[in-house]
């Protein structure tokens, strides 16, 4: 039996809020606001510099860089926001904490399981504050724009910026 029932009539599930993120674009009020959540997590990352959590590493190829912002596209960026932030809606505020939490935890069980994206630094308390303040920008993204796309594209380029110029 077909359903006769409209689309906006399905119960929210988290599965329905996943698919409406996916192929919802933010639009320009969630696009500014995904640009200065942006700013912040990069002001947080010029305050690392500064005290010494990030050490200047650049990566010296142009080819790794290329290659780096390809793949941070998949794995982190679209892979980790659809796990930790793709399924949430509005005014579920535990399952935003939850959410965030499960998130920066995520990073140092990586590293301590020997994953093949862990990363020393992920055991640095200091280094799960900066993933935190990330963590937080895509979630407040991803809230208020509906859309999955504010927080993946944050999520990538944070993480190309961080690589790219503070790899070892």
Not at 104 to 112: D, E, G, N
Not at 150 to 160: E, Q
Request: one cysteine or more; hydrophobic letters at 55%; glycine letters at 10%.
């Amino acid at each position: 039996m077909i359903s006769d029932r409209r689309p906006d009539s399905l119960p929210d599930t988290p599965l329905r809020r996943l698919t409406s993120g996916l192929t919802r674009l933010p639009d320009l009020q969630g696009a500014l606001e995904a640009l200065i959540l942006f700013l912040v997590v990069v002001a947080a990352g010029v305050w690392a510099v500064s005290a010494g959590v990030l050490q200047r590493h650049p990566m010296s190829s142009p080819r790794d860089i290329i290659v780096l912002s390809v793949s941070a596209f998949i794995v982190p960026a679209l892979g980790e926001e659809v796990v930790f932030r793709g399924w949430l809606g509005k005014g579920a505020p535990l399952a935003m904490i939850g959410s965030l939490f499960a998130y920066v935890a995520w990073h140092p069980l990586q590293t301590v399981a020997g994953l093949p994206f862990g990363r020393p630094e992920f055991l640095d308390a200091r280094y799960l504050g900066l993933i935190a303040v990330l963590g937080l920008a895509c979630t407040i993204s991803r809230i208020r724009s509906g859309s999955i796309w504010p927080a993946v594209i944050i999520h990538w380029g944070i993480v190309v910026v961080w690589k790219a110029a503070y790899a070892g």
